[in-house]
């Protein structure tokens, strides 16, 4: 004999996966309202420009008298700080420091800022400096030049 169709059967197949995707758009909502979860989100659905200092030569390095004049250019991309200290040297081709120096700069996000930094040799260290080193201090950035 037949059962009788009272739709039970089907409702249940119907209610238990609409209970299951209930329960875990309710768990998502929750999820979401954790700050940290929500960064981690956007982060690898979103791109996001990474912030950096942009330093290069500006022109190659140059002598004007005993003093090696290092100019340099900087551009901010994002929001660094605004102040970065530059340091600069120059040494031998044994390695051997013949002279560096420290400038503070202070840049703005998108500005192009052009900077001189000026190392004093002493007599005659003029013609055995062989390069000139370029840091920020604290970040990755390092330029090398090698003088003629």
Known sequence: MA????????????????VGVLVVL???????????????L???FTERQQVYIELYFGKEPF???????????????????GQHS????AQDANGRRLAAGT???TTKPGALIGIDIR???????????DLVEVTLPGLPQRLRMHLH
Request: proline letters at 6%.
């Open 3 to 18: 059962r009788p169709a009272d739709g039970s059967g089907s409702l249940r197949r119907v209610l238990g996966p609409m």
């Open 26 to 40: 309710g768990l998502c909502g929750a999820v979401w309202t954790v700050p940290e979860v929500r960064s981690v």
């Open 42 to 44: 956007r982060d690898s």
């Open 63 to 81: 002598f004007d008298g005993d003093e090696l004049v290092v100019p340099l250019e900087l551009v901010e991309h994002g929001d660094t700080g």
């Open 86 to 89: 530059v340091r600069t040297w």
């Open 103 to 105: 400038k503070t700069v």
């Open 119 to 129: 190392l004093r040799l002493k007599d005659g260290e003029k013609r055995h400096a």
